[in-house]
């Protein structure tokens, strides 16, 4: 075979710093866009971006040669820089870990079902039930004090 062909899907989940609620109602879809723009100029197919004021997801494709990792630090990098040059977010930060999980084609359109409605799911629990209901599926062993930093 002469080339390399990769289904290298991720649903990402990142929060705030210390989970706090940083990101304003009337920037959330300017910052979702500008996640996905990151993510373009990188190399990467943004297939859906979401969240809430204090947490961000998204459904991402990767190329065989970006490791899910590098993925993170230019999305979350360049988005904190974009988020400190408005007006009154010069504190803003991200927490410094996030969650990568692989996903199979057929959940594509589930993953994104669920990304979409993250205003509706956070009304009935928290980003730390979710985030750790997102660990015990995937099968992820995890000590409860090192998940929240």
Known sequence: MSHTYTSNLYHCVFSTKQRAHLIPAELETQLWEY???????????SLRVGGTSNHVH????????????????LIKGGSSKWMKEHP???RFAW?????????????????VHYINNQKEHHRKKS??????EV??????EYAQQHVWG
């Open 127 to 132: 980003f730390e039930q979710e985030f750790l």
């Open 35 to 45: 996640i996905g723009g990151i993510a373009r100029r990188n190399g990467m197919k």
């Open 88 to 90: 009154g977010r010069s």
């Open 58 to 73: 998204v459904l991402l494709s990767l190329s065989a040669d970006l490791p899910v990792a590098k993925a993170m630090q």
């Open 135 to 140: 660990l015990k599926k995937h099968g992820i």
């Open 95 to 111: 927490q410094e870990g996030y969650g990568a999980f692989t996903i199979g084609i057929s959940q594509v359109d589930a993953t």
